[in-house]
Nanobody, 128 residues
Framework: QVQLVESGGGLVQSGGSLRLSCAAP????????IGWFRQAPGKEREGVSG????????YYADSVKGRFTISRDNAKQMVYLQMNSLKPEDTAVYYC?????????????????????WGQGTQVTVSS
C-alpha cells in the first residue's frame, strides 16, 4: 500500500506562513502529477493546487492564487506547498496525493478521483 506523508502543518496567526511537504517513502513520484487538497470540518475535500512532473504545469484554486506556491524537487522526491498570507478560512486538514494516470495537471480544477495515492493529512489552523 502506497502511503504519502505530509508534514509542516501547525497553528499560525492570520497573515502568517507555513510550508507543507509531501514525501512518499519507498515509492517513486517520478512521472506523476501531485496535488494538494484540503478538507475543512463539514465541507467536501477540495483541490488547492497541483503540479506536473516536469512540464511546468501547475494549478491553483482561485481561493489561494497569489498566496500559495507549489513546487517539487524530483531529485529529492519531494513536493512542497508554500502558504503565505494565511487566512482563517484556510484552516483544514491538508492532503497530498499522487495521480498515477497523468504526468501533468489540467488547467482546470483537480479531479478528486484521479488521485489514487493519498497521505493521512496534516492539520493547518489559522487563528484570527
Amino acid at each position: 500500500q502506497v502511503q504519502l506523508v505530509e508534514s509542516g502543518g501547525g497553528l499560525v496567526q492570520s497573515g502568517g506562513s507555513l510550508r507543507l511537504s509531501c514525501a512518499a517513502p519507498g515509492f517513486s513520484l517520478d512521472y506523476y502529477a501531485i496535488g494538494w487538497f484540503r478538507q475543512a470540518p463539514g465541507k467536501e475535500r477540495e483541490g488547492v493546487s497541483g503540479i506536473g512532473y516536469s512540464d511546468g504545469s501547475t494549478y491553483y484554486a482561485d481561493s489561494v492564487k497569489g498566496r500559495f506556491t507549489i513546487s517539487r524537487d524530483n531529485a529529492k522526491q519531494m513536493v512542497y506547498l508554500q502558504m503565505n498570507s494565511l487566512k482563517p478560512e484556510d484552516t483544514a486538514v491538508y492532503y497530498c496525493a499522487a495521480n498515477t494516470m497523468r504526468s501533468s495537471v489540467r488547467s482546470g480544477p483537480l479531479i478528486l478521483h484521479e488521485y489514487n495515492y493519498w497521505g493521512q493529512g496534516t492539520q493547518v489552523t489559522v487563528s484570527s
